[in-house]
């Protein structure tokens, strides 16, 4: 190696020392100052106390639920949920169990030989969940199904007392 270039070499070596120095302090030094900034600006964000100071004194609520008491939605039960099941034959089952329509067991024994035999748990099932049998299809309650099961079982318990 010439003189020349290790006078070359040793300053690019202390240019490349110092160059390498001056990142790490950039790095360091910009760390700092970020950190210093998320701070600042964090205070300066923070704007609750100036938002206490200049709140209204007082607001109008327009909360209609705080004012009137919403009741919940009644659930119409029908006929007033009445367990008159002689009341329920007549407004609901009635239309097809008087006049025997689509196959319907009318009020006759006759009719309902072998289905009071199944057991009155397994007729009132198929009242209230409707089924289709060798006769026809039994809406279930009857096509109301916005009547209670026990309302079901009242007008059931009316038709197998009136054969
Ligand atoms: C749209 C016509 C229709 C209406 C309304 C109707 N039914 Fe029926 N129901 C039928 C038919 C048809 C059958 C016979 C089905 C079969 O066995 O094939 C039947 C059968 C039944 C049976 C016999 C079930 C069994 O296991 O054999 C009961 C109990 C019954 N209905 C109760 C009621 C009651 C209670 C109502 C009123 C809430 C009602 N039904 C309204 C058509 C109707």
Same mark, same amino acid.
């Given at each position: ?40 600006? #964090? ?74 035999? #199944? ?21 279930? #309650? ?10 079901? #079982? ?10």
């Amino acid at each position: 190696m010439s003189d020349q270039d290790s006078i070359f070499f040793r300053n690019f070596s202390i240019l490349l020392g110092v160059m390498i120095l001056l990142t790490i302090i950039l790095a360091v030094g910009s760390s700092m100052f970020q950190d210093n900034l998320v701070e600042n600006l #964090k205070d300066r964000l923070d704007r609750s106390d100036i938002q206490a100071s200049i709140a209204p004194a007082a607001a109008v609520n327009t909360d209609p639920n705080a004012i009137v008491e919403v009741a919940p939605a009644q659930q119409a039960v029908p006929f007033d949920g009445s367990l008159d099941g002689e009341l329920i034959y007549n407004n609901v089952c009635a239309a097809c169990h008087g006049t025997g329509a689509g196959g319907a067991p009318k009020l006759e024994a006759a009719a309902w030989e072998g289905r009071i035999d #199944k057991g009155a748990e397994a007729v009132l099932a198929n009242a209230i969940n409707g089924y289709t049998g060798e006769a026809g299809l039994m809406p279930a #309650k009857g096509g109301r199904t916005d009547l209670t099961d026990e309302q079901v #079982k009242a007008a059931v318990d009316f038709m197998t007392g009136s054969l």
